[in-house]
């Protein structure tokens, strides 16, 4: 068992809505940049991140893949996956320009694909892979009707529309208005809306300080939020630390944190208390494990961000007895051999050989990018 080859690809993906915002992005695609690893045995595994499809940044992922990780790994033996994550992430010239941004993306693509590649050989999901099902439900919570981008009347319609046509009992809306008290008034008519047992959490995306987020979150307090998403800047650990202490709604954070240290020391302070690993921004799913892992050991609910949209998450929130909820965003699961597909508020659980990580031919034809 050898990797023969490596094979960067990216695609740009059209939203399912023309366009949204939430309080620091705009987008109109989602990127999904990774690479195609190819063994001598003729299996071959499918890995990505999650990028705004920025060619220019896109193209720096996987010329770090094709020009730095893939010398590393021709020739390996794609079962020792553990032990090439360890090559490629501590290897010395890596390390030194490495451990966030470019380089680490590019590993949780290499990564990502490196498991697929061994659950689809051994004829099984990666769940199954990885030791089974921990969990009978995934129950999913629903992003994309809650942009900033969205008027106060689409955001209740929208809302009324996920929990009484599509089952979703828990939603998340968007908040970060310049003057939060236009976000606690459109906060205020989605709960009017849909009553007192939906769940409804808060995604702040890292917008306001300190003292905007205490302001706001008195100003919610009867509203029963169910979590604040990244109400600080990302790495502001001392922050997210004293929110933390001010308020009774949960801090939930990692989305943009790129390693198992960055979690620790969040934990360590007392300042997460939902946390939002992402295999893309992760070195995959090796170092997402060893995250998960410590949550639980901290006894603190694993609700991971779907920076893949949850092609791979479904997968690890069925394994990992940390697992509470999954984020679902739509956008790019028609372009996979197996979608992810959400029923009644709760996902259902692959069970193709693999990671769900494979594009369909067709969509890596018409969306595929020029690597250079
Ligand atoms: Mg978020």
């Not at 071959?44 to 010398?71: M, N, W």
């Not at 939002?276 to 609910?301: C, F, I, K, S, W």
Request: hydrophobic letters at 40%; one cysteine or more; aromatic letters at 8%.
């Amino acid at each position: 068992m050898t990797i023969t080859a490596v094979h960067p690809f990216i695609l740009h993906l059209p939203l399912t809505q023309s366009s949204i915002s939430d309080s620091t992005h705009s987008i109109t695609h989602w990127g999904v940049v990774g690479a195609r690893i190819v063994s001598d045995d003729g299996h071959e595994g499918f890995g990505f991140t999650g990028t705004h499809a920025h060619l220019a940044s896109d193209r720096l992922v996987t010329s770090c893949i094709s020009d730095s990780y893939a010398p590393l790994l021709i020739g390996e033996d794609e079962r020792d996956h553990r032990r090439l994550w360890m090559k490629l992430a501590r290897h010395p010239a890596l390390q030194w320009v490495g451990r966030a941004g470019i380089t680490q993306l590019a590993l949780a693509a290499v990564d990502v694909a490196l498991w697929d590649l061994n659950s689809k050989r051994a004829g099984v999901p990666l769940w199954k892979y990885l030791g089974g099902a921990t969990s009978e439900r995934v129950e999913a919570y629903n992003t994309d009707i809650g942009w900033l981008s969205f008027t106060g009347e689409q955001l209740v319609e929208n809302s009324r529309r996920a929990v009484e046509e599509e089952g979703f009992t828990r939603i998340k809306l968007k908040v970060g208005h310049d003057d939060p008290s236009v976000d606690v008034e459109r906060l205020a008519a989605v709960r009017r809306a849909i009553g007192p047992k939906i769940r409804i959490a808060i995604d702040g995306n890292g917008k306001w300080d300190l003292p905007t987020c205490m302001r706001f979150c008195n100003a919610a307090r009867d509203l029963d939020l169910f979590w604040f998403e990244e109400p600080l800047w990302y790495d502001d650990v001392a922050s997210h630390a004293a929110l933390a202490r001010s308020t009774a709604i949960p801090v939930a954070l990692g989305e943009q944190l790129y390693t198992l240290d960055a979690f620790k020391a969040f934990i360590a302070a007392g300042a997460v208390t939902y946390v939002q690993p992402d295999v893309t921004r992760l070195g995959g799913v090796t170092e997402y494990l060893q995250v998960a892992d410590l949550a639980l050991a901290h006894r603190l609910p694993i609700a991971p961000h779907a920076g893949e949209m949850s092609q791979v998450h479904v997968h690890l929130s069925y394994f990992h007895p940390a697992s509470s909820i999954l984020e679902y965003i739509p956008w790019i699961k028609d372009h996979f051999a197996e979608p992810i597909s959400v029923r009644d508020g709760v996902y259902a659980r692959p069970e193709q050989p693999g990671a769900s990580t494979t594009p369909l031919p067709a969509s890596m034809e018409r969306y595929g990018k020029a690597l250079r």
